[in-house]
């Protein structure tokens, strides 16, 4: 069975919507971020990155959520990319930005040890986070078709984009100033592999 090494509030719960959507059964192990278990040589030796999510497939450990939720379509849901290649693309250009940018611009509230050594870079890099994160809202919001990113149609793009939505408040950002992203949250919460998500602990 697939094992998926997550903790609460990460985007480890990408890979759980996407697993939920396919009815694939997988076994969730819990890192306890609290005592820095991701930091130990243990976890390590899972994902010598020491971040989650880490997905332990049959012929190997996977990281990236990217790779992961690539991986899981190809092998499980493959209805959770588009057929046609200019949508797939489209799809990816979410996903890169995702990772690229708006999780970047999250990390820049609690993880600015990542970039600079002195305590009032981190201050500076946590007090721009309520604008970058509304920034990369305005061009999300700008993409969404309603419901879900492309329609009503669920993608992949849609599972990853619906953690990093649920940080916006903690990020300082009014989900209300973007009345589409909110109605896309709304949508997949109701969503039974959202749901399962939320009863686990993984989000909320
Ligand atoms: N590029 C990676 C980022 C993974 C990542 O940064 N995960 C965070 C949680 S959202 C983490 O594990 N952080 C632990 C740490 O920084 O110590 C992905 O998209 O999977």
Same mark, same amino acid.
């Given at each position: ?97 995702? =990772? *690229?940018?708006?999780? #970047?611009?999250? !990390? +820049?509230? &609690? ?77 997949? =919460? *109701?969503?039974?592999? #959202?749901?399962? !998500? +939320?009863? &686990?602990?993984?989000?909320?």
């Amino acid at each position: 069975m697939l094992k998926l090494y997550w903790a609460p509030n990460t985007i480890a719960s990408a890979t759980a919507i996407v697993l939920n959507e396919g009815n694939v059964p997988w076994e969730g192990i819990r890192v306890d971020f609290a005592s820095g278990e991701q930091t130990k040589p243990a976890f390590h030796k899972v994902n010598p990155k020491g971040r989650v999510p880490a997905l332990v497939t049959p012929e190997g450990v996977l990281t990236e959520t990217g790779a992961i939720l690539e991986y899981l379509a190809a092998t499980e849901v493959p209805s959770l990319v588009p057929v046609d290649p200019l949508h797939a693309a489209r799809m990816r250009e979410v996903m890169y930005f995702l =990772a *690229s940018t708006m999780h #970047v611009n999250h !990390a +820049h509230k &609690m993880r600015g040890a990542r970039w600079a050594d002195e305590k009032r870079s981190w201050a500076d890099m946590t007090a721009k986070v309520p604008e970058t994160m509304a920034l990369s809202c305005t061009y999300i919001e700008a993409l969404i078709a309603g419901p879900f990113l492309f329609g009503d149609h669920v993608t992949l793009a849609d599972a990853w984009l619906y953690p990093i939505s649920c940080w916006l408040e903690a990020d300082g950002v009014d989900i209300a100033d973007f009345p589409k992203l909110a109605a896309f949250r709304a949508a997949m =919460a *109701s969503r039974p592999s #959202v749901r399962t !998500a +939320h009863d &686990m602990g993984m989000i909320g």
